[in-house]
């Protein structure tokens, strides 16, 4: 069998959602890859997400609205967002780009280009998913948010006219409505709507193993090993140093490695401003109720979602760095979240999974899909915040556009990686 000629070589950094759908698409424009990651795929950050395919996400989720709320979540230390103090001065700059990002002529541009990849993300994934055999794993459900009261329906309002300007259509269900969709909610909130497009998948790590498995059956190399740095000959990444197994040359290089990706970024010139959102979640096996779909409740940041082991309960940002120890009480006070929506939610136990990960954000919550500035052979794609499940299969495609020298199906000037605020 012939080897692939040099310029249809590829290695690629991260096996999360990301890097496994960069590498399905590479290999669909003919190239050899070789994916390479400390972990298997789909153990990192990917493993905990709130599995939520969020093609209605387009507005960025800090805007305007929003910045008045931020101080009181932070004065919370287990509230939906919150800052360990002693890291504030790393954070801060990221926070005033965000704040930056959140004025309304920004927020405009934003939401536009974050509806662009949103309007991809379910095609996409249809696409990969059949690939892989793993079709069944989508849930094309829409999800239902809750409300307390008419003053919070109230000021959903903007929210929901910018989704109905892009073509989503989040009509709004009485309380009887709510419960005859989802029997176990609480029989006192005030309404609820459908999200408009806010889908599922039945497990978030079983859909990246499943693209991963995939890309190997079409020959593709799955390596376990650390990259420590890189090594550069001029405009060009002429090899990559691993922990294991030494130096490796390299043709061309994907990088796509979360929230870790700035350490090698950094490597080839571009350090751009990318914050650990760290998420954590529950996993409830028999959670004692039953949920047909995402439920998300107005007041507070998360979701809950059936996957096939059990009733996930997700969300909350903490910035805290990559390496600082878990803080579990912002796992466990999800509960309280989940049994205000499910009253018959069963109590936790040391069956309950509690996880933390890393998501990989940006001030203006845009991803970085692009070529590495002054490079001939390195790309990235990393930044998708909340939304790297929904995102992956479309940046996917675009790296392998990028890469292959092909003309982009869609404008890439929002997601460059010299971008202002960024």
Not at 178 to 188: K, M, Q, W
Not at 207 to 217: F, L, P, S, T
Request: glycine share 10%; net charge positive; proline share 7%.
């Amino acid at each position: 069998m012939r080897e692939n000629p040099v310029n249809k070589r590829v290695v690629v950094i991260g096996a999360g959602i990301v890097g496994v759908c960069c590498a399905a698409f590479l290999q669909r424009e003919g190239y050899a890859v070789t994916l390479i990651d400390r972990l298997p795929p789909g153990q990192g950050c990917s493993y905990g997400s709130a599995a939520g395919v969020v093609v209605c996400a387009i507005e960025p989720p800090i805007h305007y609205r929003t910045l008045t709320k931020i101080p009181a979540w932070l004065i919370d230390p287990l509230g939906g967002l919150t800052i360990r103090w002693r890291y504030l001065p790393n954070v801060l700059p990221w926070l005033l780009a965000a704040g930056h990002a959140a004025m309304p002529d920004r927020v405009k541009a934003i939401t536009e280009a974050r509806a662009a990849l949103c309007f991809h993300a379910l095609s996409d994934h249809r696409n990969l998913l059949a690939d892989a055999g793993a079709s069944d794993m989508l849930r094309v459900v829409d999800g239902i948010k809750l409300f307390d009261t008419e003053a919070q329906w109230r000021a959903d309002e903007p929210g929901r006219r910018i989704q109905a300007g892009h073509g989503f259509s989040p009509r709004q269900l009485t309380p009887g409505e709510v419960n005859e969709l989802e029997p176990d909610v609480a029989r006192d909130f005030h309404c609820g709507r459908f999200h408009g497009g806010w889908y599922h998948v039945t497990n978030p790590y079983k859909i990246v193993r499943a693209i991963a498995e995939n890309v190997a059956r079409q020959g593709g190399k799955i390596l376990e090993d650390d990259v420590q740095n890189l090594v550069c000959e001029g405009r060009r990444v002429r090899s990559i140093r691993l922990a294991g197994r030494g130096e490796m040359p390299v043709d061309n290089l994907v990088i796509a490695a979360g929230a870790y990706s700035n350490q090698l970024s950094s490597q080839l010139g571009t350090k751009v401003m990318l914050e650990a959102e760290r998420g954590y979640h529950l996993t409830i096996p028999r959670p004692g109720i039953v949920v047909g779909r995402t439920v998300t409740w107005a007041p507070h940041m998360g979701a809950m979602v059936p996957l096939d082991e059990g009733l996930r309960i997700a969300g909350t940002d903490e910035f805290a760095g990559l390496e600082a120890p878990p803080n579990w009480r912002r796992a466990d006070v999800l509960w309280k979240m989940g049994r205000r929506v499910f009253p018959a939610l069963r109590d936790l136990d040391d069956t309950v999974l509690r996880w933390m990960g890393r998501r990989p954000g940006t001030p203006d919550s845009l991803p970085i899909i692009d070529q590495a500035p002054g490079m001939a052979n390195a790309w990235f794609a990393f930044g998708h915040s909340h939304l790297g499940l929904t995102w992956g299969p479309t940046t996917g495609r675009l790296v392998a556009e990028l890469v292959a020298g092909k003309s982009p199906s869609m404008d890439m000037k929002p997601y460059r990686a010299q971008r202002p605020g960024v």
